[in-house]
C-alpha cells in the first residue's frame, strides 16, 4: 500500500492499520517503516512519537521534531510550528507515521510531493474510517492457534525442552489456550514461564493466574499484563510505581 501506484493519486493518503491493544500495529508499522524498499521510495520518513499527548500545539511540535529534527519548540507560537512543518516537507515526497494518535494534518502537508503518505495507528474502526484515504483500513487480526504456539514455544522453552518434557508441553498449550491468539499476551506470559522449570510452577501459573487473565472474549490486553508487575520482584515493583509517578500527566494523578 505504500508503493503501489494507485495509491499514489493523491498528494498525501493516509493508511490506517487497525486493531486492539496487543496486536501488534506498533510493531508491523516499524517493521514497514524500517525496511529498505520503503526508505529509497520517500525522499523523507519519519516517526512522530506523540501517544497520550491532548494538546494540539505539543503534538504539532513533537510532528515539527520529529520531521526536522527541531530541538525545541516551545518558544514558538502555533502557527510557526505549522509553518516550519510545512516547510520540512515541502516538494518531499515523504512518509510520516503517527502512532495511535491522529490529527488533521492533511491540509497542512499538502505541499508535499504526490504518493506522500501518513500511516496511522488506532484501536478504533470509527477512527480509521474517519481519517483514511485508501478504500479500506489494513485490519490487523488475531494469530491462528498453530502460530500462537510457535510463538510461545520460541518465548518459554529452552532447546529441547519441549521434545524432552511432554507434560510440560501439554501444560503450555492449554495456558496459550488462554492467551486469546494475542500476540503481546503471548510475549507476556511466554516470558513470565521461561523462568519456570518445573511442571508444578506451570500448573500452579495456569491455575492461579492464568484464569484472571483470559484474553479470547473481549480483547483486553490489561490483566495479561499485570501478570508482570505481579511477578516482579519487591525492588523493581517499587521502581516502576515511581516510574510511572514520574511519567504521569499532572492531570491524571491522583
Known amino acids: ?25 506498533t510493531t508491523l508499522a516499524q517493521l514497514v ?3 529498505e ?16 499527548v491532548n494538546d494540539h500545539k505539543e503534538v504539532l511540535g ?20 505549522q509553518s ?34 501518513i500511516v496511522v495507528t488506532t484501536r478504533s474502526d470509527v477512527v480509521a474510517s474517519v481519517v483514511g484515504t485508501v478504500p479500506e483500513p489494513y ?14 514455544k520460541l518465548l518459554a522453552f529452552r532447546k529441547g525442552q519441549e521434545e524432552s518434557n511432554p507434560t510440560l508441553a501439554q501444560i503450555g498449550k492449554e495456558i496459550v489456550g488462554n492467551c486469546g491468539n494475542v500476540p503481546l499476551g503471548i510475549r507476556v506470559v511466554g516470558s513470565l514461564l521461561y523462568s519456570k522449570h518445573t511442571e508444578k510452577e506451570w500448573e500452579l501459573f495456569r491455575d492461579a493466574q492464568l484464569s484472571k487473565a483470559k484474553l479470547v472474549d473481549l480483547g483486553n490486553i490489561m490483566p495479561v499484563l499485570k501478570l508482570i508487575y505481579d511477578y516482579l520482584p519487591s525492588a523493581l515493583k517499587q521502581c516502576f510505581a515511581y516510574c510511572s509517578f514520574i511519567f504521569v500527566p499532572k492531570r491524571l494523578r491522583v
Not at 524498499?37 to 497520550?52: Q, T
Not at 485490519?139 to 510463538?151: A, D, F, I, M, V
Request: glycine share 6%; aromatic share 8%; charged share 30%.
Open 1 to 25: 500500500m505504500l508503493l503501489d501506484p494507485k495509491y499514489a493519486e493523491e498528494i498525501v493518503s493516509v493508511i490506517s492499520i487497525v486493531g486492539f491493544g496487543g496486536l501488534g500495529k
Open 33 to 35: 517503516f524500517n525496511d
Open 37 to 52: 524498499r520503503v526508505k529509497k521510495h520517500f525522499d523523507l520518513a519519519k516517526w512522530a512519537c506523540v501517544r497520550e
Open 62 to 81: 513533537k510532528i515539527l521534531k520529529a520531521l526536522s529534527d527541531h530541538m525545541s519548540y516551545n518558544d514558538l507560537s502555533r502557527e510557526q510550528i
Open 84 to 117: 516550519q512543518i510545512r516547510e520540512a516537507v515541502k516538494e518531499k515526497k515523504f512518509l510520516l507515521v503517527l502512532d495511535d494518535i491522529w490529527l488533521d494534518l492533511i491540509s497542512l502537508l499538502q505541499c508535499g510531493n504526490r504518493g506522500s503518505k
Open 139 to 152: 485490519k490487523l487480526g488475531l494469530l491462528t492457534p498453530e502460530e500462537s504456539w510457535t510463538l510461545f
